[in-house]
């Protein structure tokens, strides 16, 4: 009798511990897919992105030609403004986008084989497809700070291996002009998520880039400065 119950125990904790198995690899297995299918998606917006861009290389302006636009609806009369990477169309403008965020440049950096479009705006649903700009004082690759905003995912996506980084390390960004600069990682700390003074630091005229996202244990933020080299 108490070896019926014993084995009806055993069955029971056998069941659940399977159970446990196939829900751990059915997580497992969606963080891989949705890796992927985020990775692809990225190389197909960069693939475009630098298609632009060499169309500014090739004619010293993009003339005519129209820029890639994910996800958009054709438009009329379409031209392109040269400065801006935007097409026009009578009094419609509209630049590259992913996922209904315009796409203001590109980030590079090789020390961790990071390679993102930069949206528009950082907000709850673009930092889910990208990296996005927090603050702008002038713009991307003009004087001042420019905050770049990412997760902190434990696949790596995004600013998930920035905690990798080391000063000295290199960063490029891309704007839409075609132009790329080079900047130089010299301060990397943690700091709490209130902690905001980063954000519209003084830069004394140079072009800064700081880059943030949570901590492994989401309880912080990791800040990394960097300035053009």
């Not at 790329?180 to 830069?203: A, V």
């Amino acid at each position: 009798m108490r070896e019926g119950k014993y084995g009806t125990l055993l069955t029971i904790i056998l069941v659940i511990v399977v159970i446990g198995v196939i829900v751990l690899l059915g997580f497992l297995g969606y963080d891989v897919y949705k890796k992927n299918t985020t990775k692809r998606e990225i190389a197909k917006v960069i693939e475009d992105y630098d298609t632009a861009l060499n169309s500014i290389d090739d004619n010293n302006s993009i003339g005519n030609t129209e820029l890639p636009d994910i996800d958009a609806k054709p438009t009329e009369n379409v031209t392109t403004n040269p400065n801006t990477n935007t097409t026009t169309g009578g009094n419609k403008t509209r630049k590259t986008q992913y996922k209904g965020y315009n796409v203001e440049g590109k980030i590079q950096i090789p020390a961790i084989n990071l390679e993102y479009p930069i949206l528009e705006k950082a907000t709850p649903s673009s930092i889910e497809a990208a990296v996005a700009i927090l603050y702008s004082a002038n713009g991307l690759n003009q004087p001042g700070n420019t905050v770049i905003s990412g997760h902190n995912y434990r696949n790596g996506s995004f600013f998930g291996n920035n905690d990798k980084l080391k000063l000295g390390d290199k960063v490029y960004i891309t704007d839409n002009s075609g132009t790329k600069i080079k900047y130089n990682i010299y301060n990397i700390y943690e700091t709490s998520p209130d902690d905001g003074d980063f954000i519209m630091r003084e830069t004394n005229g140079k072009r800064e880039i700081s880059l943030q996202t949570c901590t492994d244990n989401s309880k912080g933020r990791l800040i990394i400065w960097a300035v053009e080299e």
